[in-house]
């Protein structure tokens, strides 16, 4: 279905992507900072689960979409070069977000904090719309099985993020301070991440693929 190129590819956009401050991290992080590294993982687990829903969710949608209407690959294609370029200057843009940027939380049961790690992440409309503006740089619609396409891209990419952010809350409160003592690191990150993204939308808009 996919190359060992294609998949180390994607696996190595997730992994750059991951590291962009989002609600997700900032949660996890804030959690782990004011409760301990457990809380942190507890709603990590949450944002975990809400992933797989957004994967699912527009797995099944897009695959919908593109069996239904065939050109309205070309038309996602160029709405998700414009989301990711948005992105991109989200990331560069003065007064950018940078990682770590924590904030104090009440402590909360077990449960609460899976629940509110799930709902953190099932409420932010931004994941589905990476899924979305990400996944058709990858997909191979002469290849076929376009919902198996997506679920694997899904499955790397919630590996990669739940990989990369447990490493995150449990040494949170190191990397804060690492970073909160390096200016330097928080704007060479954030230039980092606007390139890729930069770089993923034009390999979008100028890839060509034909439609199954």
């Known amino acids: 279905m996919f190359t060992l190129q294609e998949l180390l590819l994607f696996a190595l956009a997730s992994l750059v992507l991951v590291l962009t401050p989002g ?6 992080v804030s959690r782990s900072l004011t409760q301990g590294p457990r809380a942190g993982l507890l709603s990590l ?3 975990v689960l809400g992933f797989a829903v957004h994967l699912l969710a527009a797995s099944l949608g897009l695959t919908a979409l ?8 070309d038309a ?3 709405a998700g070069t414009l989301y990711l ?6 990331a560069v843009k003065p007064g950018g977000a940078a ?3 924590t904030r104090a939380l009440p402590h909360d049961g ?3 904090l899976f629940a509110m790690g799930f709902m953190t992440n099932v409420l932010n409309p931004k994941v589905a719309m990476f899924y979305l503006s990400f996944f058709p740089q990858f997909l191979h619609p002469e290849r076929g099985h376009w919902l198996l396409q997506c679920l694997a891209l899904g499955a790397i990419q919630i590996a990669v993020s739940g990989g990369v952010n447990a490493l995150l809350v449990v040494g949170a409160g190191r990397v804060s301070r690492f970073l909160n003592r390096s200016p330097r690191w928080i704007a060479a990150q954030r230039w980092l991440m606007g390139t890729v993204l930069v770089a ?3 390999r979008l808009l100028t890839e060509r693929k034909t439609p199954a």
């Not at 593109?66 to 050109?71: I, N, Q, W």
């Not at 370029?85 to 989200?90: F, K, P, T, V």
């Open 66 to 73: 593109l069996l239904a209407v065939p050109l309205a690959f």
């Open 200 to 202: 993923l939308a034009l």
């Open 110 to 112: 077990p449960r609460k």
């Open 76 to 78: 996602i294609r160029i």
């Open 85 to 90: 370029l948005w992105m991109a200057w989200q």
């Open 45 to 47: 687990g949450g944002v």
């Open 23 to 28: 609600p997700n991290m900032v949660y996890c």
């Open 99 to 101: 990682p770590f940027q």
